[in-house]
């Protein structure tokens, strides 16, 4: 008979499910962001979205019939038949051109100025730099009071034979764009010297012993190797079609054929129907997003990645 | 042990900070004791809520906390709907409606009941003519109307004057439009007579910066004027006058039918100040509101457009917070000599709410019954310099106050003359932000004309306003999903 060996079983040790400190670091460090996340991004987005689909009714939003699901969408075609929107909507596309195709090259010109130290450069960093770091309530106010009747600039437009009221009327917009390239002008030339300052000096000694002279340097050496910055600075401009809305805002109160959609946007959402300005806002992004993206691809192509 | 000690008291202080944050339950108590007011930080200032607030403690024992915010519209979705810090709020622009029928205000219907102490009568009687029809809305889920708000002013506009120098210079306050022209001729020729230079006086200040609006006290009055309250009251409708229909509304900004007088109004208002510049201070439509406020206190000027927050703004400007002349406002002087005065209610549709969720919601009624009384009535003109609560001023005693010449002018005009209001609860209006009113899509013309005057001719204006108005039409009554 076979003797039946009954043996226990090896006691299995009991794992303690122990949290170990960095575990409790990574819940803590990634708890904020993405309880951000969801909250501001995920949270927003999907309310606005979800107002793209109501209408009011007796004094509240609603949703609207299915058989007019795109009730909002086809009243936003609608206005842009209006000469009022089509005002707003070229008003917003200058912003492109004074972003990316004004302000962008003026600040890579005077970024590399400061960055060569040529005379006078020091002066010039607090010139550009100021709009930067005051407040643009401030800097507007600065703006628009130095050109009043009694201001800085009265004097020097009565020589040109022009009344100091620059702000009134058709010259209001330029007054507008004339402002927002020289306070953006300081924003781009921060960025713009702190990605010269990371270009290795031995490529620029190099290029000093071959006797490179300044301009081919600047177009051979300097812009390829800031690349990156001058993609993003170029992304940020074009997303300026659909962000300016401070500026003309402060200066002109949108009015004079200075209202942006993001300004529209804006002023709508201080309103009652936020489904106006919440499905304008998602078409623009629908209509931004490839557009940027594109870009940016093409963007980046064109010097490949930058590593130093 | 230490990390047992160590995560006990994380965990105590994290439901400490919790506790700290909920602001609680725990602190009701001490809340129901004090009701918490926010005021729009604006042209009527901050002694008028700082010494009703003391009295109020004084008479009831109830403390009143104030905060005057001039963020308060920026924070006030927020605050309704993720908890209150106060529990009234006053200001301009509040979006009530919208927020009475998303459920977000408390129902004054018991407030409008009660008796006001003092007065014998009704909070609802109690009120200026006009301000029960226009706190009235459907609420949450409700078919009929209630009320969810209190109007907080009722307001008066045109020129103040400095009546000092009237008397100095022996002109006689216009009562017409008539007058009023030659009454700027006057002053202008005066000064060119005595040789102009710095010290001449002229006969306007005003700003096309900053407040070129404010021609709109003196314009709409002359509009109402013109074309009577039926025609005002059909206009704050925004229907077809012809066919009551919305979907043609747009016929209420026709030049040729019905805001014939509106433009009429306009082309006064250009014949006086576009055609003779010179009866401006100079280049004002580019001028900034402080340095036509400036011009005013300095006695560099006879006349400047303003409402009854001009006294208190005037004063601001000098050193020692006061003038050291009588100011007054005139009743807009009149396009017909034979017609009745009337009054543009400025500002009348600002109010007062009580959020749903106000910790003290019977205390904040209280308190908004207490402001009917004659003495809150009376302290608020006092305090704010000549402002006037939306309440019936017939039976408060302000015979002190009328001493002073601004006051008494306000009280003068808002009791003399037809009040009319330009607020609307046409869906219109109330669903289409900044472009169903008077100037549609909220574009001035004052400060244009000025600068281009052929541009912007009466005419013009008319045909541009209602070429607007018409072109948009459909789109604004589709966002206000009126048919």
Known sequence: MEKVIESNPPKRKRRRFKIKGTS???????????????????????NSILLTFQTPVKGKLVWVEFKELFYNYETLFLSFKTSTVQSMLKASGVYFIISCLITLPISLFFSYFIFKKIVGNSFFKVIFFLPSILPLIILTLVFSLSFSPNGLMAPILQLFG????????????????F?????????????????????????????????VPPMKEFFKIIIPLTWPTITTLFIFGMMSVFNVYLQPMFLTSGMYDTMTIGLKIYQDSGGSALNTPATLGLFCSLVATPIILTTRWGLNKIYGDVNY | MKKKHLCIFLLSASLLTLVGCSGGDGDSGSKSQSVAVC???????????????????????????????????????????????????????????NFASQGLLASLDDLYERNVE???????????????????????????????????????????????????????VPTTYSELVTLCEQIYQEGKASGRDEKSIVPLAWSGIDRQYYWDYLVFEWWAELAGQDKINAFRDFKDPSTGKYSTGYEVYNPSTHYKEFIQAYEMWYNLIVAHPEYSIKDAYSTNLASAKSAFVNGEVAMIPYAQWGKYELQQVTDNNSLDFNIAMMKTPKANASSNSV???????????????????????????????????????????????????????????????????????????????????SPLAVWTSNSVMPWVTNEYYYASACKEPSKYTSSIVGTNIYNIAKENWVVWCRSANVK
Request: glycine share 8%.
């Open chain 1, 24 to 46: 409790i670091f990574i819940f803590v460090m990634l708890f904020y962001p993405v309880a951000h996340f969801l909250l501001m991004w995920f949270g927003v987005n999907i």
């Open chain 1, 162 to 177: 022009q009344k100091a009221d620059l702000f009134i009327g058709d010259s209001a917009k330029w007054m507008v764009w």
């Open chain 1, 179 to 211: 402002f927002c390239i020289w306070a953006g002008i300081g924003y781009d030339v921060i960025l713009l010297t702190s990605g010269m300052s990371r270009i290795p000096r031995d490529v620029l000694e190099s290029c000093k012993m071959d006797g």
């Open chain 2, 39 to 97: 005021v729009y930080d604006g042209g009527y200032g901050t002694s008028w809520i700082e010494k009703i607030a003391k009295e109020y403690e004084e008479d009831t024992g109830i403390k009143v906390e104030w905060t005057a915010d001039d963020s308060i519209l920026d924070r006030i979705e927020d605050q309704l709907k993720n908890g209150c810090d106060y529990d009234i709020i006053m200001s301009h622009d509040i979006n009530w409606q």
């Open chain 2, 118 to 172: 003092g007065r014998n009568k009704k909070f609802k009687d109690s009120l200026v003519s006009g301000a029960l029809e226009m706190s009235k809305c459907e609420g949450e889920g409700e078919d009929e109307e209630h009320f969810y708000k209190v109007c907080y002013t009722q307001g008066a506009g045109g020129l103040i004057y400095n009546v000092d120098m009237f008397k100095e210079h022996k002109w006689t």
């Open chain 2, 343 to 425: 009054n543009y209610m400025v500002g009348f549709g600002d109010s007062m709410i009580i959020p749903e969720n106000a910790l003290n919601v019977d205390g904040a009624k209280d308190f908004l019954l207490y402001l009917a009384s004659a003495k809150a009535c009376k302290t608020f003109v006092k305090e704010s310099q000549g402002a006037f609560l939306a309440f019936d001023y017939s039976d408060v005693d302000l015979e002190e106050l009328q001493e002073d010449t601004y006051t008494k002018s306000i009280y003068d005009k808002l009791t003399t003359s037809t009040d009319f209001t330009l607020a609307s609860k």
